[in-house]
């Protein structure tokens, strides 16, 4: 049984043309799977035959299949995979994105690792110089930065 979150993620490599950055690349949660939704192991059945636990799917007409599929088999009874809206915000992805070149994966994040990023995330630094003095930060240790990404 799994012991994190499972996760299916859309994203795109970025693009860069010369020093110009048309995109710097983006990765979305579109799905957590746990064993709570419905059709859960066929959805997992579905994954393996696309061997998607064995490496991304990284052809576009099969991403924009695999997320119809996705879509048209799993509904759940009592709402949609994803809304009509959210459906077409994939689709707008898909198009903007095409040239950056798409992947979708899935990842496994564990329940610690996933607390910890929520609780980096919930608060922000304020620094404030006390007197004329100090009109300039003092220096941050990029270090301790760093390793919240």
């Known amino acids: 049984m799994l012991t994190g979150n499972l996760y299916l993620i859309l994203g795109c490599f970025g693009r860069k043309d010369g020093d110009f950055v048309s995109c710097p690349s983006c990765e ?14 066929e959805m997992m059945d579905y994954f393996e035959t696309c061997r998607l636990f064995d490496k991304p799917m990284f052809e576009y007409n099969a991403i924009a299949h ?4 996705m ?28 040239t950056c070149g798409l992947y979708i994966k899935l990842i496994l ?11 980096h995330d919930e608060k922000g630094i304020f ?14 240790n990029l270090r301790l930065l760093r390793g919240k990404r």
């Open 28 to 41: 979305n949660k579109i799905l957590k799977i746990d064993s709570k939704i419905e059709h859960y192991n």
């Open 71 to 98: 879509r048209d088999r799993f509904d759940q009874v009592n709402k949609r995979l994803w809304s009509e809206a959210t459906y077409h915000i994939f689709q707008n992805f898909f198009h903007t994105h095409r």
């Open 127 to 140: 620094i404030k110089a006390i007197d004329n003095q100090k009109k300039h930060p003092p220096k941050l």
């Open 109 to 119: 994040i564990n329940d610690e690792e996933t607390l910890l990023n929520e609780k």
């Open 66 to 69: 695999f997320i119809k599929n």
